[in-house]
């Protein structure tokens, strides 16, 4: 019997360690490009880390609506051993993640016993909202963790009456009011599973729970002093989203009361958050398998409400536990609605425990449990591909916000420190090259802020400022601006005679508008290396056209034209690249040079310009095809002519030699 029993207790944790080893794999996967960019939310627990870091220690952290502390605390041990960067941040949530798999297993295992408590952890190893949820840098996965861990020993408390117990689990939840604020309805979901105690048992350990609050209240009360001497710090997003703010109730509560609920109660099976970062848009948290065995446990568990308690708890926890959803604007919200997690997973559990029931008791059990294995397959194959299609999808790029994490990326290689995306560190520049800066607008600085996580201020990077009497200069710099202002007076700080290459940052859309703008603008000043000098052609006003490398790519041809000022130019000339079979122009490029972004009243003697032109067409370049560039006034339409070496006009543009096929 004993030999039995191990090998029994032998198989269950060797269960638990497939699920949990399955979870990370969920979680863990490519998390340092999935999802992209890193949100402003993340950023903020990423610098409230580096203050942490640096000798400050709140129990509060107040920017950013206000945050509890116990998420940024771990995150401030990840970052000083894996630096300034979204894995860092990340990971913390991972981890949490994976720990609330043997938690909930532990959990269930009290309620239900193991068969029940496996399959409730492989549904939380699986579902998308949890997965989604461990993959971001919020501090709401923490709550799931320190939650499932205080219920296990309160549930085991009750039933043992241990008093050990109780104290473990007043110091769990009692930390769990350090992790999200949905747990602020943690003791009320408590509260209500005593009068039903009390109803099914006639008998409550009273001096056990007062150890339980005792231990509780010692843990909370530094953060309660804090709120009591600043309410409105505490308070201030939740006044924000209260449906009890006029300007969202619109003066009828009651009906936006009935809608939240509504709406709260169908994310389960109809309509989920619709908010990219929380939840692939409107997926609801089951999909039809998994939701199906949810809608059944539910009603199982509804039926048999008064028959024990572990049919009451998911019930009576989850109901308390989504009221901040709908008390709140925005219903349904995945991060309001965290605190039900990993409780709720019980009734698809309890759902699937029935239908395997009923199978092996109308059919032969190695087909009834191949069948359900392969529903659970299926389930955790439509997780992965939602997934993977969010996180790769334009909403899932704009909402994280990725744009500012390219741009932190570009300025950090230019610098070769720091974080670039696809690595945790950059390669150091040879001596020879690290006399480099940038400068970068402060517009910048202050609008995004995963820049200020992801870069270093040091003395490397400048932010403009027109009070300065001066700003440092170096060998190679790199001028970061916002575009939508004047910013042209900043570009004598690029070293002279340098190449010069003009590009346009990654683009950014907010939540609230219908089309993406440019972030940034970047100029990089770098002295000339491997410049082709295969043209060496003048024109008129000063300009050289000192050579082109043109590569065939899909679909058309890519023309890189480096073009030099002799002396200082009056007018914005136009440059056009033509692509010619016989007398049909197959393709042009018309603008003004480094992509209108730097035009040549702007060039200054002696600096080197790389242009860049795209032809598109759908065909490839033949014998017959000839190429041809030149320069023309826009508003005259009057083309510049090409000089030979004696300075005599000799035509208007200059032939380019077309790559081999």
């Not at 771990?74 to 981890?95: D, H, Q, T």
């Not at 104290?167 to 350090?178: D, E, N, T, V």
């Not at 048992?201 to 729970?209: D, K």
């Amino acid at each position: 019997m004993l030999r039995r029993l191990k090998r029994l207790a032998h198989t269950e944790w060797c269960a638990l360690l497939t699920v949990t080893l399955l979870a990370a794999v969920l979680r863990l996967c490519c998390l340092d490009r999935f999802p992209p960019g890193l949100y402003r939310d993340e950023a903020y627990n990423g610098l409230d880390a580096l203050s942490v870091l640096q000798g400050q220690y709140p129990i509060f952290f107040e920017a950013n609506n206000g945050r509890e502390p116990f998420f940024i605390y771990l995150i401030a041990i990840s970052v000083s051993v894996l630096g300034r960067n979204p894995y860092a941040v990340r990971l913390v949530a991972a981890l949490l993640g994976i720990l609330t798999i043997p938690a909930t297993y532990l959990m269930a295992k009290e309620l239900w016993g193991q068969r029940v408590a496996m399959t409730t952890s492989f549904i939380a190893a699986t579902t998308l909202w949890h997965i989604n949820l461990s993959r971001i840098g919020f501090r709401a996965v923490s709550l799931p963790t320190m939650a499932a861990l205080g219920l296990w020993l309160f549930m085991r408390g009750l039933r043992t009456d241990s008093k050990r117990d109780f104290a473990g689990a007043g110091f769990l939840l009692g930390l769990c009011m350090y992790t999200y604020l949905a747990a602020r309805f943690l003791p009320l979901a408590l509260v209500l599973l005593l009068p039903y105690w009390q109803h099914r048992h006639r008998h409550i350990p009273w001096r056990s729970l007062v150890i339980l609050a005792a231990t509780a209240l010692v843990v909370m009360t530094p953060l309660l002093i804090y709120a009591v001497t600043h309410l409105g710090i505490i308070l201030a997003r939740t006044q924000q989203v209260s449906i009890l703010n006029p300007s969202i109730n619109q003066g009828n509560l009651s009906g936006t009361f009935l809608r939240q609920a509504l709406q709260t109660l169908g994310m389960f099976n109809w309509r989920g958050d619709f908010i990219p970062r929380h939840n692939p848009p409107l997926r609801p948290v089951f999909d039809p398998i998994m939701g199906s065995f949810f809608l059944l446990g539910l009603a199982i568990a509804l039926r048999h409400f008064w028959v024990h308690q572990s049919y009451a708890l998911p019930v009576l926890y989850s109901g308390v536990m989504l009221l901040p959803v709908v008390l709140t604007d925005g219903a349904p919200h995945f991060l309001r609605a965290v605190g039900i997690l990993p409780v709720v997973f019980i009734l698809p559990a309890i759902g699937f425990e029935y239908t395997r029931q009923v199978l092996l008791r109308r059919t032969k059990t190695p087909l009834a449990l191949a069948f359900l294995a392969a529903l659970l397959t299926l389930s955790t194959s439509f997780t992965i591909r939602d997934y993977a299609r969010h996180v790769q999808s334009e909403a899932a790029y704009f909402n994280f916000e990725a744009g500012a994490a390219e741009a932190a990326t570009r300025i950090n290689r230019f610098l070769a420190s720091g974080w670039s995306q696809g690595n945790q560190s950059t390669v150091a520049l040879p001596s020879e090259q690290q006399d480099r800066i940038v400068y970068l607008d402060p517009r910048l600085w202050e609008n995004w802020v995963s820049l200020r996580f992801l870069l270093t201020e040091d003395d490397q990077l400048q932010l403009l400022d027109p009070a300065a009497s001066a700003l440092p200069t170096a060998r190679e710099a790199q001028l970061v601006v916002w575009p939508y202002a004047e910013y042209s007076q900043w570009l004598h700080l690029l070293p002279r005679n340098t190449l010069i290459f003009a590009s346009e940052g990654p683009l950014e859309r907010g939540d609230l508008e219908s089309s993406a703008k440019q972030i940034c603008l970047t100029y990089e000043a770098t002295p000339p290396r491997d410049i082709p000098g295969n043209l060496m052609v003048p024109f008129e006003q000063g300009i050289h056209l000192l050579g082109s490398i043109l590569h065939q790519e899909a679909n058309g041809l890519r023309v890189r034209l480096y073009w030099q000022a002799t002396a200082d130019i009056q007018a914005p000339y136009t440059v056009f690249v033509q692509w010619q079979r016989g007398t049909q122009v197959i393709a042009q490029s018309d603008s003004y040079p480094a992509r209108r972004l730097y035009p040549t009243n702007w060039w200054r003697p002696g600096d080197i310009i790389l242009d860049e032109h795209w032809l598109s067409a759908d065909v490839s370049p033949s014998d017959s095809d000839s190429a041809i560039v030149g320069l023309y006034d826009l508003q005259t339409m009057t083309r510049l002519r090409v000089l030979n070496k004696a300075g005599e006009p000799i035509g208007d543009a200059v032939p380019l030699n077309l790559p081999s096929k």
